[in-house]
């Protein structure tokens, strides 16, 4: 794996897409798969990853809080990101770990920019604030259909999950659209089994060709 000189001889892959795409399970299999051969591998995830971080996600996923604004909740999810940012992606890459993200900034542009409608510009230049400018050197989103993602999801919808379906289909329809032209993105097909996408996800992060 080739790190740029963005992230100091670390190198962070960020594994995307709509909930219920198999996201979690795909960085979790992936950071398993790495450690056989590079000792240095940290998983995180967002909202969360820090002490800090997650009594944030609490906040932001509590059903109970369905009064918040879509304003407030996109300074939750910043400061939630600035601060894993800054306590443990910057410091591990800066130590040459490969780092691997279940989301990032790319979450917020979709799910508060695109679907939500705060708009994907005001939102990508808010988190290039809140992660001190570090990008990913990899981004692979899980393209799924609608009704593969509800059937993943757990019977118990946190509070962004308890959208309805038009909020959904958008996210699913933003990823694809805002992602035109992003180099470090690889849109695979995330419908088809765990053993399946696993491979894929290895190709590209070997760096192999179909």
Excluded: W
């Amino acid at each position: 794996m080739k790190s740029p000189e963005h992230n100091s001889t670390g190198c962070l892959i960020v594994i995307e897409g709509a909930d219920g795409c198999g996201k979690t399970t795909q960085a979790r299999l992936l950071a398993d798969y790495l450690r056989e051969t590079h000792p240095k591998v940290l998983l995180v995830r967002e909202p969360g990853g820090t002490a800090i971080g997650e009594e944030i996600r609490r906040v932001l996923l509590s059903p109970a809080h369905h009064a918040m604004s879509a304003a407030t909740e996109l300074l939750l999810y910043m400061a939630c990101r600035s601060q894993l940012t800054g306590e443990i992606i910057k410091p591990a890459l800066a130590d040459g770990k490969t780092v691997i993200c279940d989301r990032y900034l790319l979450s917020s542009v979709v799910y508060q920019g695109y679907a939500g409608g705060l708009g994907v510009d005001i939102v990508h230049r808010i988190g290039t604030f809140a992660t001190e400018n570090i990008e990913p050197d990899i981004q692979i989103v899980l393209d799924v259909s609608y009704e593969t993602a509800l059937r993943r999801r757990s019977m118990e919808a946190d509070r962004i999950e308890a959208r309805g379906e038009s909020f959904h289909r958008k996210v699913i329809e933003g990823y694809k659209t805002v992602t035109k032209g992003m180099k470090s993105v690889h849109i695979i097909d995330g419908n088809r089994s765990v053993e399946d996408v696993q491979k894929d996800i290895r190709r590209i992060v070997s760096g192999e060709k179909r």
